[in-house]
T-cell receptor, first 114, second 114 residues
Framework: GAVVSQHPSRVICKSGTSVKIECRSL??????MFWYRQFPKQSLMLMAT?????????EQGVEKDKFLINHASLTLSTLTVTSAHPEDSSFYIC??????????FGPGTRLTVL | QQQVKQSPQSLIVQKGGISIINCAYE??????FPWYQQFPGKGPALLIA?????SEKKEGRFTISFNKSAKQFSLHIMDSQPGDSATYFC?????????????FGTGTRLQVTL
């Protein structure tokens, strides 16, 4: 199998607070993990690529100081949304590479910022 | 050149019918073409994938047809069932040596009616 989990599945927070989302590959080691954002009825937008032990690579237009990514081990990556605002409300999804180019996705995290 | 164009945007098919979704790309460096299925509020799930050295791949009721010269590929769902009602995304990637970043199509919302 290739199972990727995310925690939490839903989070509601107040504007100005920070939120951390965890992404774990449960039954395989992932050299690379990816973070996506998805707006309602839209496609997935890649935010950043992270490799274990190195700094994440952010896509153009994504604020690296707002979306902090840490890839602490071959099975865990975290996304921290700092000083969240209502416009950060979205569906955040992570994925992990099992073999070269096959990405397996987590179930997603619904973030609502009040 | 990084775009993947997907059509139709939405599709209604009767139970037992064939659902066909098409995608086209420009970047000839792409060498991996997966299809993902996504249900509301869930992460995308890998359905089937193909590489450009084959023209067709079949897994159960799902078939990918690939036309390298036309830079097009399509998903066929045979004997479509109500449980197939979901959003389908095509994608394309190439391996850079450190990571393969997926470029997604815009998605097709499939509804299978009784």
């Amino acid at each position: 199998g290739a199972v990727v989990s995310q925690h939490p599945s839903r989070v509601i927070c107040k504007s100005g607070t920070s939120v951390k989302i965890e992404c774990r590959s449960l039954d395989f080691q992932a050299t690379t993990m990816f973070w996506y954002r998805q707006f309602p009825k839209q496609s997935l937008m890649l935010m950043a690529t992270s490799n274990e032990g190195s700094k994440a690579t952010y896509e153009q237009g994504v604020e690296k100081d707002k979306f902090l990514i840490n890839h602490a081990s071959l099975t865990l990556s975290t996304l921290t949304v700092t000083s969240a605002h209502p416009e950060d409300s979205s569906f955040y999804i992570c994925s992990a590479n099992k073999v070269e180019d096959t990405q397996y996705f987590g179930p997603g995290t619904r973030l609502t910022v009040l | 050149q990084q775009q993947v164009k997907q059509s139709p945007q939405s599709l209604i098919v009767q139970k037992g019918g064939i659902s066909i979704i098409n995608c086209a790309y420009e970047n000839t460096a792409f060498d991996y073409f997966p299809w993902y299925q996504q249900f509301p509020g869930k992460g995308p799930a890998l359905l089937i994938a193909i590489r450009p050295d084959v023209s067709e791949k079949k897994e159960g009721r799902f078939t990918i047809s690939f036309n390298k010269s036309a830079k097009q590929f399509s998903l066929h769902i045979m004997d479509s069932q109500p449980g197939d009602s979901a959003t389908y995304f095509c994608a394309a990637s190439f391996y850079t040596g450190t990571a393969s970043k997926l470029t997604f199509g815009t998605g097709t919302r499939l509804q299978v009616t009784l």
